[in-house]
């Protein structure tokens, strides 16, 4: 993990957060947060325009290693972001809500 990435527990989130899920379409579409955003890891700087400039970001992935590379770089660009421990493995085994895409029960691709 990039030194110095703020984290925050899943039970930590306000309900109201603004998340940011950095995961490949498959991963997706396999299941996510309701109201997440999505834009995959590689493609966060050409498309940094759609992520706010003012909040917190809080960043998801599978397990924690792609969001914390993402919210390395937010922090770079002046925006205030914390990588979500665990990821969507972690909120999962919270038993926290999850959508799906594909019309099958959302998991965790």
Known sequence: MPPHVPEIE???IPADAYLLDVREPVE?????????????????????????EEGEIYVICKSG????????????QGRRASN??????????SGKPMVSESGESPHVY
């Open 10 to 12: 899943v039970s930590g």
């Open 28 to 52: 997706w579409t396999a299941g996510h947060v309701e109201g997440a955003a999505h834009i995959p890891m590689n493609d966060v700087p050409a498309r940094i325009a759609e992520i706010p």
């Open 65 to 76: 290693g792609r969001s914390a590379q993402v919210t390395a770089y937010l922090g770079q």
């Open 84 to 93: 979500i421990a665990g990821g969507m493995l972690a909120w999962a085994t």
